[in-house]
């Protein structure tokens, strides 16, 4: 690894910290999910579908939140690179930012980030909003 390559690993790491933690303090809401297992749960228990990034349903990085069931193939190929479309419409990605092992370290451009405790989430706002409600409505619950 050169210098050259090991600064801009190291700086993109630095920047990414940065954007968790302004976003934190951003979007922090009163309730908040523990872990990926348990947002799973709450989500499934509000009535919106998860379909987790592994075929065998096992989650590994994160699942995909939607109004209607989603194979596993549709999943993963919904870019989380570029620019937000239409393919993010009724559909949100949830993962867990202390997740070492398969860390997300891109989010598509122009998509809001929301925190979660040590959950992140990004895609269809009206979705996210719902969900918000929910935490705050039922923080006791969770």
Known sequence: MTFKS??????????FTLLIASSYWVNSKSATYRDL????TVVLQYGL????????????SGFMISRKPLAWEDVNEVPK???MRLEWQGKVWVTSH??????????????KLHIWGTMFAFGDEDIISELEHELDMNANQF
């Open 6 to 15: 090991l600064s801009l690993t190291l700086g993109g790491s630095f920047v």
């Open 37 to 40: 297992k348990q947002t799973y």
């Open 49 to 60: 579908h998860c379909r987790s990034d592994r075929n065998d349903g096992e989650i590994a």
């Open 81 to 83: 690179v570029r620019p």
């Open 98 to 111: 202390m997740n070492l092992q398969y860390p997300q370290v891109t989010i598509p451009d122009k998509a």
